[in-house]
């Protein structure tokens, strides 16, 4: 489109000679010779507009270099002031061009114009695209990538970076016979790093395609120490990709790992431009303009990165699957998800894994009681070492017994008679609903995780009630639904977790409010249990309030510990554990992994 505008004098319709504006409109005036240019030029033309100049041929090479250097999508132009001297003249211009992603360039400069044999031509010169130019140069527009922003955790602390990850790629074309014997290879070479990695998987996947298949990313250091060895083999090829790389070794777990697509959009700023003129050879010569790009804010995420660290070493002290997930109840951040490598080989269990909660159940079934108005912390309750409610005899640990003490004393104690006793009083659907209280049962749709939280059914049958009571029956949760049970008490009413600022959580099936009676009673013996209960050996890491759990199964059982301290909910699993004073010594890690008085 051609915009145009002349000086004051043009209204007047008034030729003025020697060095006045010339205003006249026929085709011999030096005005409509850089009008006509102009508008050809505009609507990307360069036929039209490279006739108006002396030297078509350059022009319309120069003209055209234009459009295609500046990927340009539209342009407008609008010829200003025309001054004329003789047999030359000079004429203002304004060009504004639309460039890809909605970037602008407005620019002035001055056409000089030439009369020969009675007509006006513009002299071509690279300065009619833009001042800028000299000869033989054209311009290139040049994307600035905007920096990647890190991903901060709770404390501050990075958890992911900028980096360079690096893909290993193979061709089955490329390796050709030698596939089998290179796939057997990088299942050797690449194992330790992702335990994934096939043979069998990479010499089928190859095989279906025609180009490259990529098999995993390495850290820059682990590509470093194979690459002699990945290089070497047929078909092989490493590429170099940005990438989000975990601050820390420890915090490499899948959590961290899914992170990383979910915030990737989130990560990337706004890029930057500029418009530089090059030679013919290609090299920058200078840059004519510049937009510096926009960098994104930090991505800010629930993981602690000292929490997290520290989780990821506790559950380390047993070869046997551990796992430990902790969330901050004032606000539901997910602070930590740890797994060791034995946890890791059953999947994502911390998350996920269904599993009798034996006697950490008891929050749930002691909160009920509360609720129902059955017992309070100060009721006495009979504790003897066996019960029988209708068909089932049910035993306390080794049969012991403490006679008739407050509820308080069999909670902390973990007395399973009392707990089925009050089971088999309440209604079929008292437990699932207190459970739902805790947001077990509830579905949360967190991004960068999939959590499930339990499964708790109504028992009409007075004996199954009394098992679910003391969770040995069909009571099945998740270290994150027991996790988030004790933050619920912490924080006096369920948090929401969450994961990414940005990002939040849906919920499905809430239950209703936790009761302020159930809160104080609970934390009341959730206390006692480490002061004076199953587990005190966590009782010199500070005000901790916790309950144990040993999950019996055929063959073994299952060792739990849930509770808070401060503002940190914990719940601790150990696959096949035994005692519940052993998921109590992975929480005594953690914390001593911690500094002093952290988040306290």
Known sequence: MLRVRLAGACAASVLVLLGSVACADGPE?????ARDFAAGFADDDVDRAAAQTDAPDDARA????????????????????????GATARAEYTYEWTLPQGRVWRYTGTLPLVRTQ??????????????????????????????????????GAPVLEPGISVQVLVSATEAGRALGATA?????????????????????QASSLDGNYAITR?????????????????????????????TDPLLANDVVGNLESVVRDDVYGTPGWRVVSVNRDGAVVDVLTETAPVPAPAVRVGLDKSVQMAAQ???????????????????GQILAVAQNDAADAKG???LQGLYPPGSTFKIVTAGAAIEEGLATPQTMLACPGEVTIGTRTIPNYAHFALGTVPMRTAFAASCNTTFAELASRMQADALPDAAAM????????????????GRIQPAADIVQRSEDGFGQGRDLVTPFGMALSAATVAHGSTPVPQLISGHPTTVEHAGEPITPEMVDGLRLMMRQVVTSGTGSRIADQGEVYGKTGEAEYEGGSHAWFAGYRGDIAFASLIVGGGSSDNAVAVVREMFLGLPDGYMA
């Open 29 to 33: 005036t030096a005005g409509s010779a």
């Open 184 to 204: 057997s290879a990088l299942e050797r070479l690449l194992k330790p790093a992702d335990p994934s990695v096939s043979a069998q998987s990479i010499a089928e």
């Open 348 to 350: 994502p269990i911390a």
């Open 438 to 453: 805790y947001g077990i049962g509830v579905n949360y749709g967190v991004d960068g995780i999939t959590t499930l939280t």
């Open 218 to 246: 390495l850290t820059s250091d682990e590509a470093d120490a194979l690459r002699p060895q990945l290089e070497a083999l047929p078909g092989v090829a490493l590429s170099e990709q940005p990438d989000l790389i975990p």
């Open 313 to 331: 070493t506790a559950v380390g002290i047993t070869g046997k699957p551990a796992v430990l997930v902790a969330i901050q109840p004032s606000t």
């Open 118 to 155: 009675g007509d006006w031509a513009v002299r071509w010169a690279p300065a009619a695209v833009n001042p800028g130019l000299g000869g033989d140069q054209t311009m290139s527009l040049r994307t600035i990538a905007a920096p990647r922003a890190p991903v901060i955790g709770h404390d």
């Open 62 to 85: 120069g003209l055209a270099a234009a459009w295609d250097g500046l990927q340009a999508e539209s342009m407008t132009a609008s010829i200003g002031e025309v001054r004329t001297e």
